[in-house]
C-alpha cells in the first residue's frame, strides 16, 4: 500500500495522500458554506495525519489563503462581500497574527506546542459551540412566544445591539452589511480573531465568522462573504511569515487545494439554497465533531481521532451538496414554471 503515501521533503515523513485530497475538498465545501477557510479542522487533521504541530499551523494557513480567494470570488458575485469593513478589519488582523506566530515559535523552542494548541482549539472550538446552540435556543423561544425583530426577523444574541452604541470616534457606514458603527469596533474584533489565527494556525474564520454576526452585527450571508474575504488577507500573510521560518510543507498544500478548489465552489452556491440558522447549526455540529477528535488524539487514540474528524466533515459536506442540487432542482423548477406561464 506504499503507492497511498506520498514523501513530504520540507517535513521529511510519508503521509497517506487520499487524507490530504480529503480534507481539502470536505475544508473546501464547509469552509465556502460557512464562511471561514476550514482550518479549524485542517491543522488537526493534519497533526492527526502524522504532521508535527508547527508544520501543520504554517501548512493549513498556507493551504486556506489558496482556497479562500477562490470562495471569495463566488460570494462577491452573490454581494455577500462587504469590502470596506474588510478592508477596516485588516489592521487589526495582520498585527494580530504576527503576535500568534511569535507566541507559536516561543512554545516550540519550549517542546511544548502540541499539547498546548491542541487545549487551546478544546477550549475555543466549546465556546463557540456553546454560544451557536445558545443562540438557536433564544432565536427559538422568542419565536415560539412570537417576538419578531425588525427586518432581520428573530435573533438570539445580540450583543451588538449593545456595541453600536459605543460611539468612538472615527464612526463609519458600512453599505453592504447595513449598519454604522465605531471603526476600532471591526479593528479590536479583527485583532483577537488574528492572534487566534496565527496561534492555532487558522484564517480566525472560526471566531471571526460569529463574531461579524453577534458582535459587529453583519447579516448571516454577508458575514460570510466578508470573512471569506478576510481569511484570504489573512492567509496570505500567515503563510508568508510561516515561509520566513521554513514551517509550510509545499507539497501539501497543492494535494489539499486540488480537492479544495472543487469544493469551495460547491459550499459557496449551497449558501443560496440554505436558511441562516441552518447554517449556523450545521457550523455547531462540526465544530463538535472537530472538538472531540482533537481530545481523542491528546489522549493518544489517533486512530479513532482521525475517524472521527475525517468521517464528521465527510458527512457534512456531502449534506452541503445535496442542499446545493436539491436547491438547484428547485430554482430550475421554478424558472421553467415562470417561463410556461409567460407563454399563456
Not at 425588525?150 to 472615527?170: A, C, F, N, Q, S
Not at 493518544?300 to 474528524?309: E, I, P
Not at 432542482?329 to 414554471?337: G, P, T
Request: with cysteine; glycine share 14%; hydrophobic share 50%.
Amino acid at each position: 500500500m506504499d503507492w497511498l503515501y506520498i514523501y513530504m521533503p520540507i517535513a521529511g515523513m510519508d503521509i497517506l495522500w487520499p487524507g490530504l485530497v480529503l480534507i481539502g475538498f470536505s475544508v473546501g465545501v464547509i469552509g465556502g458554506f460557512f464562511g471561514m477557510g476550514g482550518a479549524w479542522m485542517v491543522t488537526p487533521g493534519l497533526n492527526i495525519l502524522g504532521f508535527p504541530m508547527a508544520f501543520a499551523i504554517g501548512t493549513d494557513i498556507a493551504h486556506i489563503a489558496g482556497k479562500s480567494m477562490v470562495s471569495t470570488m463566488r460570494h462577491s458575485k452573490f454581494g455577500n462581500v462587504d469590502y470596506k469593513l474588510g478592508f477596516v478589519m485588516i489592521i487589526g488582523t495582520m498585527i494580530g497574527i504576527e503576535c500568534g506566530a511569535q507566541l507559536i515559535m516561543y512554545l516550540e523552542r519550549l517542546g511544548i506546542v502540541g499539547g498546548v494548541v491542541r487545549w487551546v482549539y478544546v477550549v475555543f472550538l466549546a465556546l463557540i459551540a456553546t454560544m451557536v446552540f445558545y443562540d438557536f435556543y433564544k432565536a427559538e423561544q422568542k419565536k415560539r412566544a412570537g417576538i419578531v425583530e425588525g427586518e432581520k426577523g428573530t435573533e438570539g444574541i445580540t450583543w451588538y445591539k449593545t456595541l453600536h452604541k459605543i460611539r468612538i470616534p472615527p464612526m463609519m457606514h458600512f453599505k453592504a452589511a447595513g449598519f454604522t458603527c465605531s471603526a476600532w469596533l471591526p479593528i479590536m474584533v479583527s485583532f483577537a480573531t488574528g492572534v487566534l489565527a496565527g496561534f492555532l494556525g487558522i484564517g480566525g474564520g472560526l471566531l471571526r465568522m460569529p463574531a461579524l454576526v453577534y458582535l459587529i452585527g453583519c447579516p448571516t450571508h454577508i458575514a460570510v462573504g466578508t470573512d471569506l474575504f478576510e481569511v484570504m488577507i489573512s492567509g496570505l500573510y500567515g503563510a508568508f511569515t510561516y515561509s520566513m521560518k521554513g514551517r509550510i510543507e509545499l507539497v501539501a498544500v497543492f494535494v489539499m487545494l486540488t480537492g479544495a478548489a472543487i469544493g469551495a465552489q460547491i459550499g459557496t452556491v449551497a449558501t443560496k439554497y440554505a436558511k441562516g440558522y441552518g447554517i449556523r447549526i450545521l457550523f455547531g455540529c462540526a465544530v463538535l465533531a472537530c472538538m472531540v477528535s482533537i481530545i481523542l488524539k491528546q489522549y493518544g487514540f489517533s486512530n479513532s481521532a482521525a475517524v472521527v474528524v475525517l468521517g464528521a466533515i465527510s458527512i457534512i459536506s456531502l449534506y452541503i451538496c445535496v442542499i446545493m442540487l436539491r436547491g438547484a432542482a428547485q430554482e430550475l423548477r421554478d424558472k421553467k414554471a415562470q417561463q410556461a406561464a409567460s407563454r399563456i
